[in-house]
């Protein structure tokens, strides 16, 4: 399975630019909503990505956006397009 990394822009920790950037990051569709909502639809389709596991590197941040990412990640473990976050070390 191929892998695809994707990073989310240093200094997005804020929930509004954290919603943003993770969005940037995967070029979630124009209609993305940026909340918390939107981003697990957007996270557990990641239909206009190749298949293959799609690794999310995020340096952390909104307790709310961390709890959905783990959701997704946990959601998306298994299937064509799978979604594994992760944090810097």
């Not at 979630?28 to 909503?33: E, S």
């Not at 190749?50 to 299937?79: F, I, K, R």
């Amino acid at each position: 399975m191929k892998t695809f990394r994707h990073v989310v822009r240093p200094g997005a920790r804020s929930k509004s630019a954290a919603l943003a950037a993770i969005g940037q990051a995967l070029d979630f569709p124009d209609y993305y909503g940026q909340n918390l909502d939107a981003l697990y639809d957007c996270l557990t389709d990641l239909s206009w990505l190749p298949a293959g596991e799609h690794v999310l590197v995020w340096e952390g941040g909104d307790e709310d956006v961390e709890s959905v990412l783990a959701d997704a990640e946990a959601a998306m473990s298994v299937g064509a397009r799978r979604l594994t976050v992760r944090t810097p070390d």
